[in-house]
């Protein structure tokens, strides 16, 4: 499977600013997904990142507040724009590759917006 | 949409025995149903999954089963240690979609 990394790893922000997390695989990948997963919660996910075109984002998300890049097959960046407390969860890039199209995880960038 | 549903919320076991986590789907178009275990801090980490040509997975100590017609599907680990004590999700994907629905998650502990 493809290795996935994420930057930063945790960040504490302050309401109403933005944060861009940065996921990198470490090879080319067909499709890369956002998902977001609040405190305790399972995972939801916010948007697929199409390379070189729009996301596609789910019911409930929004690309004014979500803004996503994928400049090529090997990284995206999702940016929480605008953030409350609420925004408070776990972000995780993840990829789906291989033969059989196995669906992977990063570690995950963990937010807490004061 | 499809939808997923994961029981037990929380599963606690005494080390050495089994743990069995069930999940159900709605969506009969499901064929690809995986599994994650999730250690705190971390991001999901894919442990097994099936295909819905088969009824039965194993790998080593862990196992999953699909039943089509009844729509649901299991994870069994046998002789759990402390190090499979974490959060357990099963996910499902159907052939003309792209994204995996969850279920809630599976909290096992395994008490020494």
């Known amino acids: 499977s493809a290795v996935i990394s994420q930057k930063p790893s945790r960040d504490i922000c302050q309401r109403g600013t933005s944060l861009t997390i940065q996921c990198q695989v470490d090879s080319q990948v067909t499709m890369m997904f956002w998902y977001r997963q609040q405190p305790g919660q399972s995972l939801t996910l916010i948007a697929t990142a199409n390379q070189g075109s729009e996301a596609t984002y789910e019911s409930g998300f929004v690309i004014d507040k979500f803004p996503i890049s994928r400049p090529n097959l090997t990284f995206s960046t999702l940016t929480v724009s605008n953030m409350s407390p609420e925004d408070s969860s776990i972000y995780l890039c993840?990829?789906?590759?291989?033969?059989?199209?196995?669906?992977?995880f990063g570690p995950g960038t963990r937010l807490t917006v004061l | 949409g499809e939808n997923v549903e994961q029981h037990p919320s929380t599963l606690s076991v005494q080390e050495g025995d089994s743990a069995v986590i069930k999940c159900t789907y709605s969506?009969?178009?499901?064929?690809?149903f995986p599994w994650y275990k999730q250690e705190l801090g971390k991001g999901p980490q894919l442990i097994i999954d099936i295909r819905s040509n088969v009824g039965e997975k194993k790998d080593q100590r862990i196992a999953v089963t699909l039943n089509k017609t009844a729509k649901h599907f299991s994870l069994h680990i046998t002789e759990t240690q402390p190090e499979d004590s974490a959060v357990y999700f099963c996910?499902?994907?159907?052939?003309?979609?792209?994204?995996?629905?969850f279920g809630a998650g599976t909290t096992v502990t395994v008490r020494a």
């Open positions: 993840s990829d789906r590759t291989g033969p059989y199209n196995e669906q992977f």
């Open positions: 996910a499902a994907r159907d052939s003309n979609d792209y994204k995996l629905s």
């Open positions: 969506d009969s178009a499901s064929n690809y």
